[in-house]
């Protein structure tokens, strides 16, 4: 779950304020970090649950770790904020780290990280250009690399179901950035359509 710490509050990515134990963030860094609270791969579901509860709970945050990714306010390209982030460590708190970065030699050593993040259970990669200054939003200094296409879109309805599904859900209805809505009715299960 995308997390930003302004150097004093922990922000959803919607610009929600997020609940956490006090002792999660004592001792962070006075600087603002883009990051993602995380559990393990394939754990979406767990630590959205955590991050959008209104009352902290100490024992589900201790599973929780900041990944941090950048660091907006550095002011320095992608590279120097990536030896700036390496400092994270010096603050020694196990649940705020660095997300590890690398370079790669060529387009195959790329795709052989690609497939085994993916294997790992990872969605895919983020690319940044090294010499890139910070930007927020979308960029072509920084790109989504993944094994496969996908596209964001904002629910704003839904269908009634039919047959097995009467009284349920049948399909959500999405809307993309352009307006375009469409609907989605194929990856829901029973449960979901259901609640």
């Not at 579901?45 to 306010?73: C, H, N, Y």
Request: hydrophobic share 35%.
């Amino acid at each position: 779950v995308r997390g930003h710490w302004d150097g004093k509050a922990l922000w959803s990515r919607g610009g929600h304020r997020i609940s956490s134990p006090e002792w999660f963030t004592e001792g962070w860094p006075g600087m603002a970090m883009d990051g993602e609270l995380w559990i393990a791969h394939e754990s979406f579901d767990a630590v959205s649950g955590i991050v959008r509860s209104t009352r902290a709970d100490d024992e589900e945050w201790q599973r929780v770790k900041f990944m941090i990714f950048d660091l907006p306010g550095h002011g320095g390209v992608f590279s120097q904020r990536v030896e700036a982030m390496k400092g994270i460590d010096d603050y020694g708190i196990p649940w705020l780290q660095p997300v590890p970065q690398y370079r790669v030699g060529d387009a195959a050593e790329l795709e052989a990280r690609l497939e085994a993040l993916v294997a790992a259970g990872g969605e895919g990669l983020m690319l940044h250009h090294e010499d890139a200054l910070y930007r927020s939003g979308r960029s072509q200094d920084l790109l989504k690399y993944k094994l496969h296409d996908d596209a964001e879109a904002r629910v704003v309805g839904y269908t009634e179901g039919k047959g097995k599904y009467t009284g349920q859900v049948g399909a959500l209805v999405v809307e993309r950035e352009d307006g375009r809505r469409f609907r989605l009715g194929s990856g829901l299960t029973d449960r979901e359509r259901a609640s």
